[in-house]
Nanobody, 120 residues
Framework: QVHLVDSGGGWVQAGGSLRLSCAAS????????MGWVRRAPGKEREFVSS???????YHTDSVQGRFTISRDSTKNTVSLQMNSLKPEDTAVYYC??????????????WGQGTQVTVSS
């Protein structure tokens, strides 16, 4: 069992930055890949970024070069640094723990979500 608490969302103007954080707990958390998934109003859930146990990262094309995911395995935390934010980045962002499969990141556990709002 993995418990995730995400935080750091808020309101920012386009071009600004936010940093999301996720605190993970549980006896097996260190063996899980971590990631962020977002859901914009009226849209399907969308993968954003993932980081493997070994530290390999992947970002969806729309955030490549703007977002950076990192993890601190000693503290069981994962962060998402979001720069050059755009209005289309507005969404609820969810931290997730899961597996990296050939088909992509598969979340097994979810945080409660944190709202990110980017105004134009």
């Amino acid at each position: 069992q993995v418990h995730l608490v995400d935080s750091g969302g808020g309101w920012v103007q386009a071009g600004g930055s936010l940093r999301l954080s996720c605190a993970a707990s549980g006896p097996t958390v260190r063996w899980y890949a971590m990631g962020w998934v977002r859901r914009a109003p009226g849209k399907e859930r969308e993968f954003v970024s993932s980081i493997s146990v070994a530290g390999s990262t992947y970002h969806t094309d729309s955030v490549q070069g703007r977002f950076t995911i990192s993890r601190d395995s000693t503290k069981n935390t994962v962060s998402l640094q979001m720069n050059s934010l755009k209005p289309e980045d507005t969404a609820v962002y969810y931290c997730a723990a899961g597996q990296i499969l050939p088909t992509g990141f598969r979340p097994d556990y979810w945080g409660q979500g944190t709202q990110v709002t980017v105004s134009s």
